[in-house]
Nanobody, 117 residues
């Protein structure tokens, strides 16, 4: 039922920053834990991090200290601030609702992030 629209990706040099946004339509947003995921070409989709309805966060070791997840419940939006980007961060980034530790909604189109060296 929840539809998700990601935006904010683009091409950036290594060491640069990007801020991704994900807007959720439908559902009671403040009740959901939200997750950011990414998928590089030829690789499995992986979890980047999560944020609970009250703002508690989790990050994968690969992005810890560089990425920050936040949310604005009034705007039904979750953000991914990405700093100190590396070429290995290149991927399509997706958001999703998280239920029982798994993504629970339909996947959107994602937003592409390309980091050049």
């Amino acid at each position: 039922q929840v539809q998700l629209v990601e935006s904010g990706g683009g091409l950036v040099q290594a060491g640069g920053s990007l801020r991704l946004s994900c807007v959720a339509f439908g559902g009671i947003f403040r009740f959901y834990t939200m997750g950011w995921y990414r998928q590089a070409p030829g690789k499995q989709r992986e979890l980047v991090g999560t944020i609970t309805g009250d703002g508690s966060t989790y990050y994968a070791d690969s992005v810890k200290g560089r990425f920050t997840i936040s949310r604005d419940n009034a705007k039904s939006t979750v953000y991914l601030q990405m700093n100190s980007l590396k070429p290995e961060d290149t991927a399509v980034y997706y958001c999703n609702t998280v239920v029982q530790r798994q993504p629970s909604g339909a996947w959107g189109q994602g937003t592409r992030v390309t980091v050049s060296s």
